[in-house]
């Protein structure tokens, strides 16, 4: 019966799951007139923390950040010490955007980036010479 049931339908609270979405970014395309508007929300981070890396036909942001808060008495003990540390990685095919134009832009916590669509070319018609 175990195999029957999809590992995501169960009724017990699953504390790992809540940390598992920590480092999610939701990401939205939209297909305006000619170009497609990526935005990533993606707080916590600043703009220094983003890359947008084009590799052949894929696009890749990368966000990394580390922060630290110490506390220590008039000894130099410690009272309180919290770490954190977020990292997202996501890659998407940009196949028939026009590389040279994309534009990215981090406002608020979001991050825009705009690929504009590359101009559709008919196929070139040749005629052979017959020898």
């Not at 195999?3 to 395309?29: A, H, M, Q």
């Amino acid at each position: 019966m175990f195999g029957l049931t999809p590992y995501e339908r169960n009724d017990f609270w699953n504390p790992f799951k809540e940390f598992s979405s920590v480092n999610r970014c939701r990401t939205d395309i939209r297909d305006e007139d000619g170009k497609y508007i990526l935005e990533c929300e993606m707080p916590g981070f600043n703009k220094e923390d983003i890359k947008i890396d084009v590799n052949g036909s894929a696009l890749t942001l990368c966000a990394e950040h580390k922060s630290e808060n110490d506390e220590k008495n008039k000894n130099g003990e410690y009272i309180r010490r919290e770490r954190s540390y977020g990292s997202y990685c996501r890659s998407f095919d940009i196949s028939n955007i026009d590389e040279s134009a994309i534009e990215a832009e981090y406002t608020n916590g979001v991050l825009k980036v705009t690929l504009p669509k590359k101009a559709e070319q008919q196929p070139e018609i040749k005629r052979i010479e017959i020898k």
